[in-house]
């Protein structure tokens, strides 16, 4: 067959395939391969989807959580600051969720000692469009300090 016959029909769809390529890229920050971008308190998931998403409480942390007491070490060389939020999960087994944003602390050479509260956090450094995040369940009865690394 003629090389010229097979390009055509890929000529045809390489609009098709870009938009589809375009699409999926936009949507990157709510699959699995990155972590959703982080939003403020105020907003919803509706601010940057067409509809609301769904959201699960858990039982149990997902699989990979820092576990530390009050005291958590950041390293984030290529940041300025990171982003401390609450996790609200989009999907049941934890594995995705949308980091909400509580408060901003800055890095000193890419590193913070951060003091928080008992619970789940997520710390995040948000790069716009996606979010590089590090969940970290605090329990003030334990002596150990996580070192998270984004």
């Given at each position: 067959m003629p090389r010229a016959a097979l390009s055509s029909p890929i000529r045809a769809l390489a609009p098709a395939l870009a938009l589809s390529l375009a699409a999926a890229t936009a949507l990157a920050g709510c699959s699995g391969a990155s972590q959703h971008q982080?939003?403020?308190?105020?907003?919803?998931?509706?601010?940057?989807?067409?509809?609301?998403?769904?959201?699960?409480?858990?039982?149990?942390?997902?699989?990979?959580t820092a576990q530390s007491g009050t005291q958590v070490r950041v390293k984030v060389p290529d940041a300025a600051a990171v982003v401390v939020a609450e996790p609200l999960f989009?999907?049941?087994?934890?594995?995705?969720?949308?980091?909400?944003?509580?408060?901003?602390?800055?890095?000193?050479?890419?590193?913070?000692?951060?003091?928080?509260?008992?619970?789940?956090?997520?710390l995040c450094v948000d790069d716009g469009d996606a979010a590089r995040a590090q969940l970290v369940r605090v329990d003030s009865a334990s002596d150990a300090v996580a070192v998270v690394e984004l």
């Amino acid at each position: 067959m003629p090389r010229a016959a097979l390009s055509s029909p890929i000529r045809a769809l390489a609009p098709a395939l870009a938009l589809s390529l375009a699409a999926a890229t936009a949507l990157a920050g709510c699959s699995g391969a990155s972590q959703h971008q982080v939003i403020d308190a105020n907003e919803a998931c509706a601010t940057c989807h067409s509809e609301e998403k769904p959201s699960y409480e858990r039982a149990e942390d997902p699989a990979g959580t820092a576990q530390s007491g009050t005291q958590v070490r950041v390293k984030v060389p290529d940041a300025a600051a990171v982003v401390v939020a609450e996790p609200l999960f989009t999907s049941e087994d934890g594995a995705r969720f949308v980091p909400v944003q509580v408060r901003t602390a800055s890095l000193s050479g890419g590193e913070a000692a951060l003091e928080l509260d008992d619970g789940l956090w997520a710390l995040c450094v948000d790069d716009g469009d996606a979010a590089r995040a590090q969940l970290v369940r605090v329990d003030s009865a334990s002596d150990a300090v996580a070192v998270v690394e984004l």
